[in-house]
């Protein structure tokens, strides 16, 4: 293993690590706490107004530096007493965005940054009436992950510097503001809203949403935020999660953030959801109806141990939040619906994460855990290597230690790094004094260095087993021995079950063998989300058209990242699949965020 430590300055009791996304120089002044007071504008999509920056100035720096991209700076005073600052913008980078840098007194206190956004901001999308649920309100969201935050807000936005915020926004009257931070449950009159956020967190969790939903609770405290027509679909969808977060409580120790909401956002949203704390935003492709894809909510829910509570310091580290959080997730679902649920959920996640290591190629830095994202976008980096290969490196440490031993290392862990920032190779030292001690066998048997700085999956993989997926490899096999769709034995298949049957089925299928299984099983109008994309992989795959006004409809309904770029990848390898694509993507284009953009982007000018 090399030196990494290099990188680490110590100083005022925080560790700093070096990151690599960030022109913050918080070895010599560090953020502790931001209040914001924002006004929300629809009519030119910005946000205006200021940033106060309270901070710790360890060296009696006489700058401090923070991140900024397309914020138009009016200007910065000093202290209480409005004393104009020198500042200068950076050159801007096509990731970074700019460094702000502001000349302070050793004895400074605070400044405040007087600004406005872009109205291209990359984290803000801002939503007309006939893009929401309800077609009658505007709406806008926010999302930080991974360096977005600052686009909306100056600030050191690293994930390895943690601050407390408070917020006073004005929004248009008759909507709502929410948070990720305490929050209102019913609407005012004026569209003045405050927030105070008291446990620290890093930029990336700032998040926003401003819009015409309301709020209804499940218990004392969790609840649900959407708008008027989906609201009751959501509070249905979502009444296990009382139920879950008792279940995450049992397995790793209190929640420490005291409510747990979560509001749907319009279809544009470009993830499944976004671990804000205290409020998950959430995609509506998750309302399936019969609670079947409430798996997200139990991952969002974990990263309130995983992520937030205990973050990975940089991007390169970005597996600690997400390898630890689908175990967790695993553990919770589980817990609720029984063990072959559970494998069920995992063997999927290994079939993606397989395709996954294909497509970048098995010797690729990019598969490995700890990531070298420097000079990258770190979105990069937010693949299913980082999910599903850091689950089963958690599942293999159960499995060699026992469940019992691995769960009191992990509460520990959560207890021990609570609001704070961990790198890999802390974790590794952690791992090998706090689990293995001095069990030289499992320690070389495991091989946790050929796991996070190697490429691919390690041979000493866990081999997961689910009798419910081999029953539906036997009805796949029938089918292909020429049995008709009618007869296989089907009844009663969970969602589960039918994306394994659907990933199961050969790669090329002829146009009748697609006609009689749609009009036997009905696929393309299935109301559940993941179902109808892992049918329209099908489809495009066999060029069937038949099915592409289904397709269509679901690209420009749906901006989903996760979906949308499989579909455009597999149009794009032909030159009628091609002109197709940019045919609806001219359309759904403005439906989608910044972040999915710029992924379909770069697929079709490929």
Known sequence: MKDTHKDEIIESNQIYIHDPHSYANAADAVIRHLALDLNVHFDTKILSGKASIYFENITSAKKIILDTRDLRIERVTLDSAGTKADFTLGKNDPFLGQALTIDIEP?????????????????????????????KSPFLFTQSQAILARSWVPVQDSPGIRFTYEARIHVPPGLMAVMSAKNPQEKNQEGNYSFRMDQKIPAYLLALAVGDFTFMPLDKRTGVYAESVTISKAVNEFADLPKMLDAAENLYGPYAWEQYDVIVLPPSFPFGGMENPRITFA?????????????????????????????????????????????????????????????????????????????????????????KLDGRDPDDGMNDVAYEKGRLLILLLEQTFGREKLDIFLRNHFKNHAFGTITTEQF???????????????????????????????SNAPQIKSVRFENVAAQVEKWNSGTKASRLQTKDYTTNEWLRFLGLLPQKLTHQQIKELDETFHFSQTGNSEILFAWLEKVVNNEYKENYPQLKKFLIDIGRRKFVKPLFTALVKTPEGKRFAKEIYKESRPNYHYVTQTTIDGILNK
């Open 107 to 135: 004895d400074t206190k605070f400044l405040t940054v007087y600004y406005s956004t872009s109205p291209d901001a990359q984290a803000l999308q801002w939503l007309s009436p006939e893009q929401t649920a309800g077609k």
């Open 283 to 371: 995609t509506p492709t998750i309302l399936a109806g019969d609670r079947s894809l409430t798996a997200l909510i139990a991952h969002e829910l974990a990263h309130s141990w995983s992520g937030n509570l205990v973050t990975n310091a940089t991007w390169n580290d970005f597996w600690m939040n997400e390898g630890f959080t689908v175990y967790f997730e695993s553990r919770i679902m589980e817990s609720l619906y029984g063990k072959d649920f559970a494998d069920m959920q995992t063997l999927l996640g290994v079939e993606d994460l397989k395709e996954t290591i294909a497509e970048l190629g098995e010797k690729s830095e990019d598969t490995h855990l700890k990531l």
């Open 428 to 458: 590794i030292d952690e791992y090998k004094r706090d689990l293995v001690g001095t069990d030289t066998a499992k320690e070389k048997f495991i091989n946790i260095e050929q796991w996070i700085y190697a490429p691919g999956l390690p």
